[in-house]
C-alpha cells in the first residue's frame, strides 16, 4: 500500500469540531468548558458515544480519563500505542487547543481503517481528564495520575468557593482515591504521539506545515503576598511611604526582565495582580501576584526561581514592605521528546511532501507526564497569527487534515518500529 493514500475526512473533521463548540458556558466569551463543569461533562459524553460510534471499544479509568481501544492484530503480544489530548479549555478560550488532539486521532483511527492499515498492536485513544490551569491551581490532572504524580496536595487545591479538588473530584464522579492509583506501569506503552496546534506564530511565519517537537517546556509557578503600611494618599511622602502596589509593579518588572536575559527559549507572566480592599486616597498595603516562569532548559529554571527570590525579597525590603513568597507544587520539569519518535515523525512528514521543521514546545501538554513512563513525541500544526488561549485562537481545516495524515504514517511507522520495546 502507498503510504500517501491517507485520506482524511475534513467535512467530518470540521463538524466534530463544531458540534464540540456548542458545549460551552454560554455565559461566558469564547469557548469556555472549564474543568469539572456541566458543559465538561456534556462534552465527555459527547467523546464517549464518538468512540463508541466508531466501534471502538471505551473505558474511563479510576483519574477519569477517557480511553478508546482499537485492537491490534498483535495485541496481547505487543506494548500498545498511544494517543490523545484533551478537550477542556481555558476561560474565554478557543475550539482548537488540545481538541484536535483528541478528534484528529478519533479521525485517525478511521482514516487508518480506510486506507487499509490493519496495526499489530493495539492504539489507545485518550482524552485526558482536566489538563488546563485552572481555579484549583492543578494542571495536567489526568495525565498526572497516570504517571503516579498526581498527589494529595494537587488534590487539596481550593478554588474560590473553598471547594477542593478532591471534593469537586467526588461531585462529578470521580473516586479521588482511585484516581491516585490510576498509575500505568513503567514502559507500559511501545510510544505516545501527541498531535496538537503550535499555539504560536513560527510554523505559519516559516511556512512550515508540521512542527516536530525536539522539548516541552518547564513551568514554575509562584505566589508572592506584598504587605505594605496604609497610609493617607495625600499627606504621606514620597520617600516614607510602603506602598505594596508599587512593590509589586516592580516585582512586576524584575519577572519580566529576567527571561528576557535568557540566554536560551524563556519566558515569564504575571497572570494575577490582585490588590486587596482600599481606596483612591489610600497607600495600599496588600497586593497578591501569581506569576510563572517557562524555559527548556532546566539548569536557567533553577538558577530562575533563586534569583528571582532574591531580588523580589531585596526590592520589597528597600520599600519597606514585607514579601512572602511560596513556589506552588505541581510545576512541571522541562522533557526532552524521544528521538527515534521525532525522527519517525519527520520521515513521514517528508514520505507526505510535507514541509516540516524541528521546534520547541513554550507551552504544557499531556506529553509532559507521558515522557516518563515511555517513549514521547509530539506533532504541531499551524496557529493563525499564533493565537491560542482565546476566542481568536484558529487552525485551518487542511493543516488539521496534513496533522492526521502525518499522526496516521508516525503511528504506522511505530508499529513496524522495534526501536525501544517489544
Known sequence: MSKKNYSPNA???DQAIADLAELTDSSAEGWTRKVLSEPYAEDRDFIQRRMTAAGREVRTDGAGNIIGRLPGT????LKPLVTGSHTDTVHAGGRFDGIVGVLGALEAVETLRKAGVQLRRDLYVVDFL???ANDFGAMCVGSAAVTGDLNTTMLQGTNKEGLKLGQA???FGIDPNQAMHATWKSLSF????ELHIEQGPVLERSGSDIGVVTAITGTQRFIAHFRGRPDHAG??????RRDAVAAAAEAVLTIEHESCQAPGHAVSTVGGFTVGDSALNVVPDDVRIDAEIRSIDAQWLTGAKRRLTEKLAADAERRGVAIVSEWLDGSLEPVLTTLPIRDHIAAAAEELGLKWEPIPS???HDAQ???KPGPMGMIFIQSHNGRSHCPEEFTETKHIVSGVKVLCETLRRLDESDFLSA
Do not use: C
Not at 498483535?74 to 503480544?77: A, E, F, L, T
Not at 511501545?190 to 504521539?193: D, G, L, Q, S
Open 11 to 13: 467535512e467530518a473533521i
Open 74 to 77: 498483535h495485541g496481547s503480544n
Open 130 to 132: 482536566v489538563e488546563e
Open 169 to 171: 473530584f467526588e461531585r
Open 190 to 193: 511501545h510510544a505516545y504521539v
Open 235 to 240: 499627606t504621606t511622602p514620597m520617600d516614607i
Open 362 to 364: 513554550g507551552a504544557g
Open 369 to 371: 507526564h507521558m515522557a
